[in-house]
């Protein structure tokens, strides 16, 4: 039931689409550390209600496309949905948890397309 | 062992494509039964023998590069050093392997390579040539792949957790390698494991675990796709934290390096099935062949003589040669055969016998089948 009421949220128009968005607090620290997320709010002004609906639901790390500092002092590209950014200190993904980051995929295959044949 | 002309059946490519071997007229013609070669039951003993012998060789080198810290002189880049150690160590099973192997049945037979990762032609060997076999009425063939790897099959799963599903996995727009790989997925069916496929190309990291088209966690891989890639390729670093079982497992890109022939020859001068083999052309005669350590299919070979040079194309070499000796390889009509000598877990399963019109097999080269009585 819980996964139905997240999917269905996960499709809301009023979940910001220029930044990292996460169900839990916990992953998205892990990705950005605690100064890079914050709680959804509630807002005011136009789409207040709806913003209202989602306060407390979510947690947004960076937005895309940003020089982010990390807990460890570096300074990383936060990357786009469709090329995330990779974590200095790991080699993984960020956002691999985030709800608005498609899995990344394509990391292996290239030397197939550059060579040819595969089997021997 | 002799070369015998062969009436074709009149419907062979029909009866190919309802088993599922639909590359057989790939390149011009890759299937060839108007032609099959004979052996003798002891010649048939004679390479069973060798193929075992081989494998105890390779295993024994890989303990030894293992031990003595060889790794790096084999190309294994230096982050994949402990994965391949600790793979080997921990026993981690192979499925397969197939050694290409020179004879003409009076000489042993000679190792030219062993193909321990990505071995194909297993569909062709495994279950075309033996329903050519049957429909032929030849007495008997040297092939137990089928059985013998579904029984593996089980032998892996039975280290596994229960239910473990494996997925399978090649490159795009192959035709080979897709229905070779659905082949030994069937044989994985037939042992009662959980199957899946997808492309290598279609796989994802979701940072804790690879995942096929579905977000489903890969529990078990069977990949067509050699260690050497997956290593240099993006992706790669995340395969020493994944903790997924793969087959063939990683301790394989030791074998399926031909500087591996160097090797066996520095701990085992002088074997019967060996040829002499070095980094270096400095040790050998007038007549060597040199190979680089990672080509596939024959290509980048050279073979340098004093009868006459020959030269294959390829994108290989950067990465170093190493030197053979060139083996007497015979010629049946015209053709050279090379015997690919199977081994499924460390047991011979059979042979299957590809020619060419030069000494140098590629992917242009034939499929020939084989009995013996």
Known sequence: MLGTVLIGACSDENIPKDRYVYKAQQECVQDWGESNCEPSRKSSGAGAAAAGALAGAYFFGPRFNQIVETPGGKHVWSGTPDRPAVNPQNGNYMGSKAMNVPTPRGGFGSSARATGSIGT | ?373
């Open chain 2, 1 to 373: 062992m002799e070369r015998r002309e062969s009436p074709a059946r009149a419907d062979w490519q029909a009866k190919f494509a309802a088993l599922g071997f639909s590359f057989h007229s790939a390149d011009g013609g890759y299937w060839n039964e108007s032609a099959c070669y004979r052996f003798s039951a002891s010649e048939i003993d004679e390479l069973e023998a060798a193929t075992l012998e081989l494998q105890r060789l390779a295993l024994a080198a890989v303990k030894h590069l293992v031990t003595e810290q060889r790794c790096a002189q084999m190309l294994i880049p230096p982050a994949f050093v402990p994965l391949v150690e600790k793979s080997w160590l921990q026993n981690a099973p192979s499925l397969y392997g197939r050694f290409d192997l020179a004879y003409d049945g009076r000489q042993p037979p000679k190792l030219l390579e062993y193909n321990a990762d990505t071995p194909t032609s297993i569909l062709e060997a495994a279950v075309a040539q033996w329903q050519w076999l049957e429909e032929t009425g030849r007495p008997d063939q040297f092939n137990s792949l089928h059985e013998k790897l579904i029984e593996r099959w089980r032998t892996l799963a039975s280290a596994w957790p229960p239910q473990t599903a494996v997925h399978f996995s090649c490159v795009k727009d192959h035709e080979e390698d897709r229905v070779t790989i659905e082949y030994l997925r069937d044989t994985a069916a037939q042992a009662g494991l959980e199957t899946a496929f997808a492309y290598v190309e279609d796989l994802g990291w979701n940072g804790a675990a690879f995942v096929d088209l579905d977000d489903k966690p890969l529990s078990a891989w069977f990949k067509l796709y050699p260690w050497e890639w997956l290593m240099r390729e993006p992706f790669g670093a995340h395969l020493a934290t994944a903790a997924l079982p793969i087959v063939e497992p990683p301790w394989k890109a030791l074998l399926s390096n031909k500087a591996i022939l160097a090797v066996l020859w520095e701990l085992f001068p002088d074997h019967p099935n060996l040829l002499p083999a070095y980094f270096s052309p400095d040790y050998l005669g007038a007549d060597f062949v040199k190979k680089p350590f990672l080509s596939r299919e024959g290509a980048n070979i050279s073979f340098s003589g004093k009868r006459r040079d020959i030269r294959s194309e390829g994108p290989y070499g950067a990465e170093g040669f190493v030197y053979q000796a060139r083996a007497e390889l015979p010629a049946f009509d015209g053709r050279y055969p090379v015997i690919g000598a199977w081994v499924v877990g460390d047991e011979a399963a059979g042979i299957g016998i590809r020619e060419d019109v030069t000494p140098i097999t590629t992917n242009r080269s034939q499929f020939v089948p084989h009995f013996f009585e």
